[in-house]
């Protein structure tokens, strides 16, 4: 007999952020990207990325981060986001993306019915410090479903950022934020996410 697990999207609200700041944070702002295990599709179909998103927003919030930016993928996500203020940065973003991890890895193994498979590989955390790498960076991940050729206009990924950026930032923001160029930019993004979503 194969027991349910409850979803972790019962367990976790929607937390959809409020407006953009578009200012780096005294207390840390990093841009974090994170795999699965040797790159495969766990996350394959809209419900698995539907509850990867939930669960992001939801631990960030959880855990004080406050997320600029965020794209969910087959095999991958990227962030940027501030760190909590009275907080150890690095402590915290290691605490709430291994519980992150560890509630996906047991939900999506109960689903292909493969316990204790490993699903989660490593994450790679960027502290920005400098205003327009964080800007241009910011393009980057709203913009990430485009660099994947997963859609034409990044807004019409629903598991990304683009489209709630779009909507809550003032007009200026948004045209400033697209301005910046991205081909230079160094990210951890040599993945290949399904195109099947």
């Not at 992001?56 to 960030?60: D, K, N, Q, S, Y």
């Not at 150890?88 to 605490?95: I, K, P, R, T, Y």
């Not at 951890?188 to 290949?192: G, K, S």
């Given at each position: 007999m194969v027991r349910r697990m409850r979803s972790p999207e019962r367990d976790w609200d929607i937390a959809w952020p409020h407006a953009p700041t578009h200012r780096l944070s005294e207390s840390g702002t990093y841009l974090v990207t994170s795999g699965t295990y040797l790159k495969q599709h766990f996350f394959r179909d809209r419900e698995r990325l539907a509850v990867?998103?939930?669960g992001?927003?939801?631990?960030?919030r959880k855990y004080g981060w406050r997320l600029e930016a965020w794209a969910v993928f087959s095999n991958h996500y990227h962030f940027i986001g501030h760190s909590p203020a009275n907080a150890?940065?690095?402590?915290?973003?290691?605490?709430m993306l291994g519980g992150l991890h560890e509630k996906l890895a047991k939900w999506v193994n109960m689903r292909?019915?493969?316990p204790g498979r490993q699903v989660w590989h490593n994450?790679?955390?960027t502290r920005l410090i400098y205003e327009r790498s964080y800007l241009a960076r910011l393009h980057y991940v709203h913009r990430n479903p485009v660099k994947h050729g997963l859609v034409r206009v990044a807004a019409l990924y629903p598991w990304c950022s683009a489209g709630w950026f779009e909507r809550t930032a003032s007009g200026a923001q948004v045209k400033t934020i697209y301005a910046f160029k991205t081909d230079q930019l160094r990210v951890?993004?040599?993945?290949?996410p399904a195109s099947d979503w």
């Open positions: 990867l998103q939930r992001l927003l939801t631990v960030a150890d940065s690095a402590e915290s973003l290691s605490v292909d019915q493969q994450f790679w955390e951890v993004d040599d993945y290949e």
